[in-house]
């Protein structure tokens, strides 16, 4: 059980971060209430071991907990999903946002979002994993290498294979063309 010292360390370090473990959970099940408990069980682990936490970042080390929360979650509940890495695509162009918040310009906005949330969700679960953590939690690579276990050239690739994907999902009319990897138990593509 976890001392009172090290419970108020851990509300300190890690509670504040609730919002970024449920976002990644959420993008990586699909599923607010399979995220709701991918993250509780994360807490569970993360209070049991967090008397080996070291005073490091505790939003990476926290997010860390979570990302292997949920492929276990996976692994358990649902085919897990493996895709391959392909790193000749180029970076990601920002959109700029429309400048006016009148009605038609909010429509057009909630639109745009619905459709980037769909195009987000469509993506295989390695290129969505970096993408939440880059885009939507603003995580250097470095940390995002350390919660998804890989190196940072690789974080880059997925990345700007994400990017290239999403650009495709978003064009009018174009659907991305992903296909399903399956890894064989040596670790190879097919």
Request: aromatic share 6%; net charge neutral.
């Amino acid at each position: 059980m976890i001392e009172s010292d090290d419970l108020r360390r851990f509300e300190l370090l890690v509670l504040p971060h609730l919002d970024a473990a449920f976002n990644l959970a959420r993008w990586l099940t699909r599923n607010d209430h399979d995220a709701q408990d991918v993250v509780q069980d994360a807490l569970m682990r993360a209070m049991r071991y967090f008397k080996g936490f070291r005073g490091e970042q505790a939003r990476p080390w926290w997010l860390q907990i979570v990302r292997h929360t949920c492929y276990a979650w996976l692994k358990e509940n649902r085919p897990a999903e493996v895709a391959s890495v392909d790193d000749t695509e180029e970076a990601w162009r920002e959109v700029a946002a429309p400048t006016a918040d009148e009605p038609h310009t909010l429509a057009v906005r909630n639109a745009d979002r619905v459709q980037i949330n769909r195009a987000i969700a469509a993506l295989p679960i390695v290129y969505r994993e970096v993408l939440v953590l880059r885009e939507l939690e603003d995580l250097p690579y470095k940390d995002i290498a350390r919660i998804a276990d890989i190196p940072i050239g690789t974080v880059m690739s997925r990345l700007a294979r994400a990017r290239s994907l999403m650009r495709q999902a978003l064009q009018p009319g174009a659907r991305p063309v992903l296909r399903t990897v399956i890894a064989s138990k040596q670790g190879e593509m097919k």
